[in-house]
C-alpha cells in the first residue's frame, strides 16, 4: 500500500552521532511539495524480545535498571542481533540465557513490529520461548543489572491492564500473545 505521491526523497545523508548500539542520522530530504528540509532519525540494528514460558506456565521475567527513565523496569529479555548470530532465534535464545540463565525447549515467532518508525527504523522481532528451565548462571553485559523473576501470565497481564508494566516491549508481546497466540499452548 505504496502511494508515491507521498513518498520524500533523500538528497544527503550522514552519521550525525555514532555510540555503541546505535547512530542518528541526519538526512537532508525533498519533501512532496518540493520543499527541502533536514530530518534526524535513529538507527539501530534488529533486536529480538522473548516473552519466556515454563513448563508450568510460569513467565519468566526481569527486573532491569533503566536510566532514561530512572527507575526498575519489569520487563522482558530482550537485546540486539549480534555479529555471532546465525538467525534471529539464534539471537532470542542467546539473550534468553545471557539476562535470565533459562532455556527453551521450544522458540516460535510471535510479531515482528517497527515500534516508532516515526522516529527510528527499529525492528523488534518477538518470540514465545515455550518448557523454559534454568539451565546456567545469568553472563550479563557489563552495563545491564538485572534481577531474575517469575510470575503468571495472569498477574503479568494485569499489571500490563493496570499500567504497573509501561514497557512497551512487555505491553505488545503480552498483549499480542493473549490476543493471538496463547491457544496454541504446550
Partial sequence: MTDDSLSWETKDSAV???????????????????????????????????????????????????????????????????????????????????????EADRLESLVSVEPANGFTDAVVNFFVARGCQPTAAQRLDRDESIRVATTSLEELTDAVADGAIRDGRVVLALSYYRLFADDRGD
Fill in 16 to 102: 550525525a552521532y555514532s555510540c555503541p548500539g546505535f547512530d542518528i542520522v541526519n538526512e537532508t530530504v525533498q519533501l512532496p511539495d518540493g520543499t527541502e528540509t533536514e530530518f534526524d532519525y535513529l538507527t539501530e540494528p534488529p533486536s529480538v524480545c522473548i516473552l519466556p514460558l515454563t513448563p508450568d506456565g510460569e513467565v519468566v521475567c526481569i527486573e532491569e535498571w533503566r536510566q532514561a527513565v530512572s527507575r526498575v523496569n519489569y520487563g522482558l529479555p530482550a537485546g540486539g542481533i549480534e555479529p555471532g548470530d546465525d538467525d534471529l532465534k539464534a539471537a532470542a535464545r542467546r539473550e534468553l540465557r545471557e539476562e535470565t540463565g533459562y
